[in-house]
């Protein structure tokens, strides 16, 4: 019998998605009769628009669309987003700089699949979403840290990333709006940023996925106004914007000989993207922005609802997030109090009391890189954020 392992190390060594993997345990004690809240899941709790649906049904019936189209994406859609990349971040890119993939997550591990050798190194902001290193360790990369706290409200200093810059920086992950944060750079911020990273010669990996969901005074700013031109990947997708995480389509902007590379690799890995979902897709981003804006109404009711609460809770501290739909509490003054008989020690263990006692699903800062910390949706409808709160603060109240 062979000794060899089963499994790759390559493989083995990916971790499951900790967010994925908390939505699927409250999911499941739901399905188990349990009144369990979800805090977990990055999702919008909107259906997608009626008139992208529609388009979809359409597709479907359409014998063309059942076939195998150009795998680097529907020519149409491709000048679709050139289109929308323009209007909405102000940057003018041709359709050959588009490469439409399967959702915002094979986008991630394309653009550092193309542009990593192995000893590559990253340098990431942390809190960090969960995908991001393993796509860096597939591509054979090196992640460096730069470590962000709630005293800056998650946002990292173009001193810090140059203390954390080496002669073997190669990229430098650029998230704004912030998951799982909600942090928002200034306009200032992203310019200094973007010009210490065009002087030294770095790629600039930039996700702008949550661009149109800002609150009060912040703005988005791409950070690509401010590189050399043959210099960065922007991320992005339907999902956020328009309800449409279930759909699966995502796409990649760069130079074009990166855009070519990383459609070579895509014809080997999927070929073409749904066609049924890129129609969809197509009719989303030709559309204007105003089921977004609804969206947003009720995000920052809910986002102002759940820092007040949150902060009312003794030892939590919660930032007040300028973008996405996330907040990151610090729990880190209850660690080691007694809470019905138990001392948790890390925010992991919180978290999975807070699951079993108060049946409410929150994702750990183990997860994002920074342990002592919380992330929960806002994404959810106005009575179970109220409720699932109240649970989480009638809990902790009883740390001692």
Known sequence: MSTRPRISARISAIAESATLAVDAKAKAMKAAGRPVIGFGAGEPDFPTPGYI?????EA???PKFHKYTPAGGLPELKQAVADKTLRDSGVQVSADQV??????KQAVYQAFATLLDPGDEVLVVAPYWTTYPEAIKLAGGVQVDVVTDESTGYLASVEQLEAARTERTKVLLFVSPSNPTGAVYSREQVEAIGRWAGEHGLWVVTDEIYEHLVYGGAEFTSIVHYLPADHWVILNGVAKTYAMTGWRVGWLIGPKDVVKAATNLQSHATSNVSNVAQVAALAAVRGDLSAVEEMKTAFDRRRKTMVRMLNEIPGVLCPEPEG???VYPSVKELLGKEIRGKRPQT???LAELVLEEA??????GEAFGTPGYFRLSYALGDDDLAEGVSRIAKLLSEAR
Do not use: D, H, Q, R
């Open 324 to 326: 996405a739909f996330y």
């Open 347 to 349: 925010s992991a263990e």
């Open 53 to 57: 649906v529609e388009a979809a049904v």
């Open 359 to 364: 049946e409410v699903a929150v994702v750990p």
């Open 99 to 104: 490469l439409i993939t399967n959702g915002g």
């Open 60 to 62: 479907a019936k359409t």
